[in-house]
């Protein structure tokens, strides 16, 4: 079970699509499911990315590399257990059925963003359809948040799972040494799924540890570590499936390091030339997992030019019109400043609104500014 | 009637929380078989399992990580840090984190659990076990931060932090731990939180404190009213929220104000109440705001006592509000 | 004389360091090739080599942790935390530690270190990208924190804080980075720590400020002036340890304050401000000490122009206090 | 080299006293300074324990079953290299010649305190004759300070190392996870000396963490890790020495596992009878490490009678009259609670202290109080 950074990482599509003896769990319309969702992490990001460039929206991550990651991840959990993701796995989210409208009122930071417009894009959370946990921005707090939420399963005796999602960087953080070391002793339904993707920000992989991979880190808490290909959705969802099975069994906590590669820059701020090398890039161009996908799915006999036609549209239209929408959707009103800072609203945050609001009336309203994020 | 001391009551008020709701659990580093270094937990793992009051490894960052975690997904947990010295490497998941998720998520996820901590000198502890840190989390929007004085208090307002839908930092004076018994009733009660306790009633001068400093501003009060001073006390016992306006009545009715506390002096709680004071009621001031705190310095251990405000520097505040 | 921006001066100033100290050495997340998310420290690989500047990996605790280590053991590190938001993982490090070394080793041990970090709102960072947290860090006895507001200061400050023999926490206003372009003398140069920047003489109304405040004060004192009001405006610059006679001479001066920052109001730095102004000379304010501030809430997003204060907000208290 | 709980400790003297092939690379006169040092240790746990139970001090911590980690590590290091202490180390300061009156004067926080008693009791700062960093309470901090430290003596190209000595409980800590992680990267030259004692006040080593050990945990890190028994003087000198040998020659740090037990409370305020089964502690009992350095020394023919009535009657008169001598020293001037927080006094403490002064001379000086602290 125990990986290193020299073991090959577990694979079950190769390049050229075949999964030779690998049993495929997924039904046909689970994959081309998967496929979609890929389809439409790319467009959404495509999107994204457009609409940064021309200022109207202030920041977005690119995932171009890292789909199959997300998608292979969550095609293994339930609707029931609780995701914990990090700002690049909103592919997650797609495919258990949020909306992308959803996801671009949040680009926008508008009134219907279920944030309120006080995070950042990309920033997501959502309850229905599945509990995925609001992202915060501080690298690595979310992981004992997702052992906690994995106890509470235990304790109420419950079969569902917590999965958390990192990156290479994030096992760097505080809150990776304790949530595994508190998920080892309490054996919790949890699943630690790290995406090296080579980079944290501008720090390489090799550069953030010198242990051998990440996958290794699990034997300093006694929590079995495997390595997989991260290119590669169906190594993903077994890999995910058979951690999930372990959890809830009761058999404890696995960590999954998931080898991939950040195509584009870390952010819409980065600029990766200035330290990403050219010829790895190009290396890892190559291993794209949406083509490997597609491989595998014409191998099937599942793929055509006319689904990818229609997949392709489908996913370019609904983001396209989600965009369209959100933008058209205001911002939030000057009392969501004051409100949700608790339950109910204190005496002193309701006489600061109150003179906000007055001072409005009285000198007009602040001026928005530019203000794009150079991060 | 029983009378318990504080750390009895605080014990009374889990074991209370715990019979009440199953969902409410107890963990931190020895508070399971030895029941807490102080004793505050004693007895728990006994009666409900370890389920329910268990041991963690050494790290507050996990504690107070994973009672998010817990809080998020349904339970009730309360947590403890074994000095408030230690709290430190929680920070980021207090003041980032458990203070911030409603407001991030727009309501959809929450953080209802309390953060128990005994705070203050007076046990020859030096630099690591007498510190009185409320002030680095009074600044955090999100967060309640409330201070028992009493048995009573201590019970009735643990019991209603672990009701409360948002996170609590519940600061314990470890000084008060044992200092005497009062009566605190059996089964549930709540205190409610973001009210003001009033001590003692006068009209020369208005004292703000809470925690450990309730007894010794009681002291320096009784010697004042000696003297003909009559002083009206104030516990604070709830910082954040705070009862800004009973604050303001309180500092009015004498206009002559001395605020205390052990922490040191600079950007310490004690600032934000003459800053309110200040910015709403100045013209009914007839006396400088007056601050009686530790000093601006680590917390030493040989001399402590004189690192603490004592009687006699509250009542040398007192008289110099008085006259002046 | 060049003209630079206030992160060129940062940058200029790093560079003087190294040039004239080969103890000074600069690390932090993606300081090295990249040259840091602002370019604060572009250019200082490629001329020190990476011995002397380079990337970590993801730990403030690591950072700090390690450069009190080295500070400890005769370096003179310059570590940068990549947005001050991401503080909080080294603030035991920080307040435990560097803090209260030289105190609790009675001198056998210091910690003579800068920790350089952006603050502040202005760039549409949410909650995590925005915040002003210096009043968790200005409670730290042991401690010192600089805030510059202009480019001349911003290099003058950070050499004197690297030269200077306690940790310091040197916070730059973010949102001034790129702000406007000044002189900036070459080469070495130290501005004072504990000494405050007259930014205009006034004999109307005092305001005091700091970092990226300052600009807005400036131009809401203009307008002031433009109905007759005359500000004297007071940029701290260094928060801890502060002038603090200083602060009292210039409040004197008009007897009427009012206190700036972006930070949130309850238990800001702000309250320290009034509460040195009631506690001294309460008998010469002729009006209310009124602060403005970031409100008491989370730092928000699409809505940050409302939350920050702005010329509106700070011009209506300035007219308040001159009216009383 | 990479060891596991499951493994036997790397050992040198058996229980009867023999080193079968071993090579002993002390000297004889060191193997009786390290005998001397232990006897010490025991001797200035004596008179503390004596003086807290009839309230002189405030506080201590029993080092009875720990000498032999101190020791035989403090023997493997030159002067000129770096100690970052736990409050459990100080037989390394005694090893290397700091004078029990030193550590006297802190035990009572008097006047001539090196921390001019602002510290707690057995938290020592030294600087001669060895550099023994001065100790912290909060766990886990000073691990990152010594890989600072470390990578000091890397730039400036000399061969010191830094040794870093912690608990059991020490590695879920925050400063665990980035020292060693830190450590590993820059090749630091530092020696991570885990102390296993079984005890984290009264958490167990095994709900501590789930790992296999905690010499494997250095292999997240890409650090060796090695386990060795902490009972023997000469087992911890070699691991030690080789350690250091590594980091001189610029091969880095190493995790060092000593499995030894706490025989005594966690400190004068605990009770270890609430939680600790008596069966381990028999069982241990039998492996004293003062016992067991003694039969070496008897088999080497380095023992007698008279060396024991000496050494013994050497370090118990020199511990009691170093507690007599700090005992009448003064207690520290109220000006001390002022200095030392800045280089430079400034104006505001100097105002303080100054009131301070003021007040006692005009209404009298602060009471003491009994304050015995509880844990
Ligand atoms: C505690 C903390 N420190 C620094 C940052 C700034 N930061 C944002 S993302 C990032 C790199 C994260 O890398 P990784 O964990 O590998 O995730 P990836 O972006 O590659 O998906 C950094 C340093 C942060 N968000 N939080
Ligand atoms: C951050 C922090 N949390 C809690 C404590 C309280 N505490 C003091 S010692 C200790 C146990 C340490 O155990 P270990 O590291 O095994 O060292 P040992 O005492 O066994 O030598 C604890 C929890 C502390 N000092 N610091
Ligand atoms: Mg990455
Ligand atoms: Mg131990």
Redesign the pocket.
Known sequence: MQTTQSTEPFRVISGDGSVGNHQVALTDEQLVHCYRTMLTVRAFDDVCMKLQRSGRIGFSVPNKGVEACQVGAASALRQTDFFFPSYRDFGMALYHGVQPVEMMHNMFGNAKDSALGRQMPVHFSFVEPIKFFSISSPIGTHLPQAVGAARAFQMRGEDHVALVSFGDGGTSSLGFHSALNFAGVWKAPVIFLCQNNGWAISCPAEEQTASDGFAIKGQAYGVPGIKVDGNDVLAMHQAVSEAAERARRGEGPTLIEAVTYRMGGHSTSDDPSKYVPKEILDQWAEKDPVQRFQSFLKQKGLWSESLEADLTREATEGISAAAKEAEATGAPGLETIFSDVYAELPAHLRAQGEAAFDLARRKGSADAGDGAFPL | MPTLTLIQAVNDGLKVAMRQDESVLVFG??VGPKGG?FLATEGLTAEFGKERCFDTP?S?DGIVGTAIGMAANGLRPVCE???Q??I??AFDQIVSEAAKLRYRSGGQYTAPMVIRTPYGGGIRGGL?HSQSGEAYFTHTAGLKVVIPSTPYDAKGLLLASIADPDPVLFMEPKALYRHLKADVPEGHYTVDLSTLRQVREGDDVTVFCYGSMVPVVEKAANKAAEQGIHCQVVDLRTLLPLDEQGVLEAARKTGRVVVVHEAPRFCGYGAEISAIIAENIIEYMEAPIRRVTGFDTPFPNTLEHHYLPDERRVLDAIEEVAKY
């Open positions: 580093e020895d270094v050494l507050e840090i074994q000095f010295d230690f430190f490497p690591y």
